[in-house]
């Protein structure tokens, strides 16, 4: 997320740079308007673009905290978000009677407990994140 708040500062740099060289040039009458009003889109445009890549890189700068683990019965282990976020949105990981270890929503169990729960964490992140609006 630092990356995009850079980029974010860069482009209002980058255009009020932009602003000060249009309204300097434009006093001057140094150029033909028209041709004037083209370089100021273009520079517009390049540090737009700067930014909406900056920003496309950062998308999944998005952090997660993760889920804070918990063995209850000996079977089974609770993930739930940490500093008090709802608990219903807690993932379940348990040991499956075939062998392995599952989490809701897996049809296949994962070899060792820390696979099923890296999967829950997942999967958790993903629903968070789906969340969020662009």
């Not at 630092?2 to 300097?24: G, N, Q, V, Y």
């Not at 999944?60 to 219903?88: H, I």
């Not at 407990?113 to 993903?126: G, I, M, N, V």
Request: overall charge negative; proline content about 4%; glycine content about 6%.
């Amino acid at each position: 997320m630092t990356d995009l708040i850079k980029a974010a500062d860069a482009l209002a740099e980058e255009m009020r740079l932009i602003e000060e060289e249009a309204k300097r040039t434009i006093e001057w009458d140094e150029e033909d308007p028209i041709r004037m009003l083209d370089w100021f889109d273009t520079k517009w445009i390049n540090a737009l673009s700067a930014y909406r890549q900056a920003r496309k890189s950062a998308g999944d700068g998005v952090k997660v905290k993760p889920l804070v683990w918990e063995c209850e019965g000996g079977w089974r282990w609770k993930g739930t978000p940490p500093d008090g976020f709802f608990t219903s949105v807690a993932k379940w990981v348990w040991q499956a009677p075939k062998g392995g270890f599952k989490h809701a929503g897996t049809k296949e169990p994962f070899a060792t407990l820390e696979e099923a729960k890296a999967a829950a964490q997942a999967d958790y992140e993903a629903r968070i994140k789906a969340a969020l609006e662009d």
